[in-house]
């Protein structure tokens, strides 16, 4: 089974992917035989995370293979809540994930401003998925040790990273890679070679990615099933909210 930790709903403004549509989302799902998704929407990114994060409920209430996944903000300015209003309102809206875009939105994922939010995160049981372009390294190893709680998936690495990813999977217990982008020769049988499948999360970056891409990857991977099964769901399943999935 394969569950898509990285996708995404709602149009895409800069590139001709589609219009972001449900029925778009689950026909591509279907072609790829991935069985359920965690989505986000363009409007929480490339808006206003407070109107998106309305906007994403909405349109996966009736679509159970769709799993919302909230954007965060820092509870500073209050735009989405103070954090445990925020986190209230995911859990209620059967969020199962939070997603944060720091470079794109302006503040620093490991500063002040934000150890309230990511506190909330943790203690709900929430994971944060964030992509390698919206932070640096140093900034997610000093989340994850002054947030031991928190699980967080660093997505769209490429293969230059590889270097900086294996020493913060080397010195923290709660970071994971995942799958989307990650295009090296043989660099996913050495991540599980040296790190376990445990630390690895399939996601596809649908629409933005070719979602062949990522399903390729781990299925033509020179690895034996049991670590096939545990990245394309298991470890995920894992990282959820109990009854998330």
């Not at 809540?81 to 809206?93: C, H, I, K, M, R």
């Given at each position: 089974m394969l569950i898509d930790a990285d996708a995404m709903l709602g149009r895409y403004p800069?590139?001709?992917?589609?219009?972001g549509s449900i029925t778009e989302a689950l026909d591509r799902m279907d072609r790829f035989g991935i069985a359920e998704?965690?989505?986000s929407h363009t409007l929480s990114w490339l808006h206003d995370p407070a109107t998106g994060n309305r906007e994403l409920l909405g349109l996966v209430a009736d679509h159970s293979r769709l799993r919302p996944c909230w954007v965060m903000l820092p509870g500073t300015c209050g735009e989405t809540?103070?954090?445990?209003?925020?986190?209230?309102?995911?859990?209620?809206?059967g969020v199962c994930a939070v997603r944060?875009?720091?470079?794109?939105?302006?503040?620093?994922?490991?500063?002040?401003?934000?150890?309230?939010?990511?506190t909330a995160v943790a203690e709900a049981g929430?994971?944060?998925?964030?992509?390698?372009?919206?932070?640096?390294?140093?900034?997610?190893?000093?989340?994850?040790?002054?947030?031991?709680?928190?699980?967080?998936v660093v997505g769209a690495i490429g293969y230059?990273?590889?270097?900086?990813?294996?020493?913060?999977?080397?010195?923290t217990g709660n970071v994971y890679l995942g799958l989307a982008n990650l295009s090296s020769h043989c660099g996913l049988e050495w991540l599980v070679e040296r790190y376990g499948e445990r630390r690895l999360v399939f996601g596809t970056g649908a629409p933005l990615r070719d979602p062949a891409e990522a399903v390729t990857r781990l299925l033509?991977?020179?690895?034996?099933?049991?670590?096939?099964?545990?990245?394309?769901?298991g470890t995920l399943l894992e990282l959820l909210p109990v009854g998330a999935m």
């Open positions: 800069r590139r001709d992917v589609g219009t998704a965690v989505v809540g103070t954090p445990d209003e925020f986190v209230t309102g995911a859990l209620e809206g944060a875009y720091p470079a794109d939105h302006g503040y620093d994922l490991a500063g002040r401003d934000c150890a309230a939010m990511l929430l994971p944060l998925l964030v992509d390698a372009a919206q932070t640096g390294w140093a900034a997610v190893e000093s989340v994850a040790a002054a947030h031991p709680k928190l699980r967080v230059r990273q590889l270097r900086q990813a294996a020493g913060v999977l080397s010195r033509w991977a020179e690895l034996d099933d049991a670590a096939v099964a545990a990245i394309g769901a």
